[in-house]
């Protein structure tokens, strides 16, 4: 079965103020100019080194307490090569971006509250 390639060639805005312990960058991505969906592009700086990294997206403020949350949804594996696609939800309502460390079973950082779409600039 062969998936159908995505490319998210539009870029919206980027940021390097949403995660309070890391400079991570942000870049919000559409799949072009006139709709499709939204991707989130990641950029570390080069001294950041976490094993097994994986990048969560939360609905709402939710109130951590150091355990991944049930209504985590997955967006994928860290990797600053391949843009991760957003669930609708995330374009349509605010929540937290979560960094999780598969490898150490912690909660590495947790973004500031945030809408991921083209209003967030």
């Known amino acids: 079965m062969t998936g159908t390639v995505r490319h998210f060639d539009s870029s919206e805005w980027q940021r390097f103020d949403l995660f309070p312990k890391i400079r991570m960058g942000i870049r919000l991505l559409h799949e072009n100019r006139d709709g499709g969906a939204f991707a ?3 950029a570390a700086p080069k001294d950041f080194i976490k094993p ?3 990048i969560y997206w939360i609905k709402g403020k939710p109130n951590l307490t150091g355990r991944l949350p049930a209504n985590a949804q997955l967006l994928g594996a860290f990797n600053t090569a391949c843009p991760l696609p ?3 939800e995330a374009t349509r309502e605010q929540g937290v971006l979560l960094l999780y460390s598969l ?3 912690e909660i590495v950082d947790t973004s500031l509250p945030i809408r ?3 209003t967030a600039k």
């Open 40 to 42: 989130i592009a990641l």
């Open 52 to 54: 097994d990294l994986l």
């Open 86 to 88: 957003l669930p609708t």
């Open 103 to 105: 490898a150490d079973d």
């Open 116 to 118: 991921l779409s083209n």
